[in-house]
Every structure is written in structure tokens, then in C-alpha cells.
């Protein structure tokens, strides 16, 4: 089964946050395994700002093209650059080193309008 | 509606494998992953189950003026034995199909017809109306010929890389190796009597063999390497430049001639062919567009579809495949663009999500320019 850590919160999209003062964002091991092969990673600069629920990058594989979705709004204070080098990091270790941004949340009431691991798990199952 | 499916369908999915609508059938897309896959093919051996290519079989005293009539190619060259790789055009001299023709060997030719048998394999999907078009023209032309869509008869694997020739000896004999690019003869794999061609799609050494529907389970467990998908398969054609049915050329979505298409080596005009008079006046008036490859010289890359521009943002083409090449772990594509943009080493633009990234026109196959 795929692993979704307990203390993560999830889009339906398949991002997964979690929900620290800066809080990281990355996509699914669902998610990365769906696409197979990840060989681009398209991300914001540090400094741009995110609107939940809308387009913040672009992740490709060899087979298809995703766009990737905000989880929270904030703005973005990391970003993975090792992803540009090593993409295959998103399939290796999607929840450490496969990391994409670092996000200073706008509104902390809004992790509470994502999923639950549970709920996550109901959803890929 | 329902989606064909090969006849190991479900010993793949046994294996893991992951699946996608292609040509109206369901196939394996990934086994493993896309990178191991094409990695062993071009190290080692991989095999793919392509049963989803049409066969179409012609036999009878004129099959061979019928193939002439149809095909781009001239089929008068074939001895039994050898096949060739040939276009279907229409009136106009578009693409509505490519092939690799076989003249059967000997063996199971009709001993009482003094002409070959051949069987032709069209893309995924095709072989209704290429069963529709080669028995109506046969009937129009008052050929006497037999037309049979073997599609769901043949099985049909490749077993393609630098190792595929030893693993096809150990099953189908030794004899299979003095087997020439494009030839094909009849041997026995796990007991059952099979075409074995030397063809492939991967630019790789490699056979294809052909076997009966109901062998497919034991012929497929005879081959000892890497299962892959149409993920590689993929993947591998692009490196190679080599076109794809329903994406480098459409007769709806993209109609192209075999001169645009680069393919003209199979266009042989001194044969009669639906086509060829147009095909002739191309030839001598030139193409406005030609096929390339070409590589991005800025991160991202170019998938189907893609505009293709001057670098003062001019709309010259666009991309008909692309992909992150396992091999040169660069991005890499297909595509038309204006003649005089064509050369190798032009630099271009190509439009990723509204951003113009910096290309490259290259020769292919990329492999080769690495």
C-alpha cells in the first residue's frame, strides 16, 4: 500500500502539507507513483505568493504532464532546488528529500479545510 | 466501447503491469517503470507484447498487383522470406497509414498460386478499414485476390536490445540469427510454429515474432528479460526519430505526405499506387514543411502539440512527440517547421505553457548526435 503519513494534511490532487509555521509541501507517494517516472519539476521563486486551491507548478514524467495545486495561500520561503537536478527525488522519497516548497501560511484556519490521512487514504484507496 | 484486449491481458496484469486505451486496445503501458524498461532495452533485452498491431493477409493471383496498387513501396522487390517497411497513401498522397510489408517464406505459401502471400501489419486500430480498403479497391479493380484480417489470429511480440538475438536462438533455434535486417522466416517457439522477423520500433538488434493467439502464454514465457511497456516503447521510437501512427502523422489531425514525413525512401514512383501522381508532383514541387528532431536548450520539455517559433516569435511549426530522453537525459522532440528552419543546428523556440524555452533542430536519430 502506499504510505500516507499520519501528520500530513492532503488535497484531493494528491499535495500533502504539513502544518508547521512554515509549512512544507510536496506531492503523494499515490501521486508520484501515477506518474511514474518524474523527470521535470516546474516550481515559484522564493518570494511569489500562493492562492489555495490554484496552480503553483508544473511536475512532469515521462508519460504525462500534472499541474500542482496549493494546498494552503502563503508565501513561498524554500524552494527544493535539488528537485531541478534530481527530479527522480519526488518518486524516491516523495515525504523528505522529494520536498518542494516552504510556505509561510496566510491563513492557519485553512489546513483544517484539507483532508485527513484517513480521509486520503479513503480517497486512493 | 469496450477496449480490445491482447490475449495476455491478464498474465500482465498478474505482473503489475499498468494499463492504457491505445488503438481501441487495452496494453500494458509500464511493467516496472518507463526508465528500467527502456534501460534494458538498450542494455541488455526487453520484450514488449504488441499484439495490438493489425495483420492483414493477402494470397491469390494478383495479391501482388493489389499490394502494388496499395502500398507506396514497390513490392516486386521482395523475395519470400524478406518485408519492408511501406506506406498507405490516398489520392491526395497522405499518410493514412505505415507498414512493414512480408512476403511470407515459402512454407506456407499456397502451392498452388504462382504469386506470394503477404501479410501486412497496419497500426493499432487499422485493421478494419484496411481489410475494407484493400477488399473494396480488390473488387473495383476486378483483382482476383483473398483479403484476411488476421489480427485477432496473430499474437505478435518484439524482443528487441543486444541480447535479444542469443534469448531468440535458445527458443526458436540457432537458424534465426542468420536472419538479415527485414527478413523473416517460420520457426518453432515452445512448440508452436511462428513468423520470427528481424524488425523492431527501438532502433535496437531484435526480432519480431509472431505466433497463434492460443500460443501466446508459453511463446511470451520463452523470452527470459524485461517485460515493457508502451511507456518504452515510446520513448525509445523518439530517440530514434521514428514516426508514430496517430501522432507524427494523422490523416484527419495531422496530414502529411511521406516526403514531409521523411519518409520518402519508401515512396517508390515507378510503380502505380493510389497516390502517386501526387506524390510526384511533390516530390518535384518540394515540401513546405519538413520532420525534424530538435532538443531544448532550457529546462522543461515538449510534448504533442507544442508551437514551434523564429527567434523574433514568428509561428514556424510544432511538436508532434516529445520526452525527457532516458538515454541522453536530455528533452528531445519531433516535430514540422518550415523548410528553410529545418537544417540541424537552426535555433528555434518552443512555446512550454506560454513560455518560449530555446531549441535546437538536430539530426536524428538523437542517439546518434549524442
Redesign the interface.
Known sequence: MFEVPDDLRYMESHEWTTTDDVARIGITDFAQDEL??V??V?LPDEGDELTKDEEFG?V?S??A?SDLYAPISGTVVGVNEAL?DQPELVNDDPYAEGWMLEVEPANEAEFDELLTAEEYREQTE | MAHRKPPLREVHADRGATFTGFGGWEMPVEFDSIRTEHAAVRDSAGIFDVSHMSEIEVSGPDATELMQRLTTNDVTALDPGDSQYSCITDGSGVILDDTVVYALPDELTDADSPEPTYLFVPNAGHDEQMYERWTTHCDEWGLDATVDDRTEEWAMFAVQGPDAPDLVADAAGSDVLDLSRFEAAYATVAASECLVARTGYTGEDGFEVLCPWDAAETVWAEFDCQPCGLGARDTLRIEMGFLLSGEDFDPENEPRNPYEAGIGFTVKLDTEFVGRDALERAKKDGVDERFVGLKLDERGIARHGYELRDKDGESIGHVTSGTMSPTLGEAIALGYVKRNYAEPGTRIRVVVRGDEKRARIVNTPFLEDK
Open positions: 511514474g517516472d523527470v521535470f516546474e508544473v512532469e515521462i508519460k504532464v531541478f
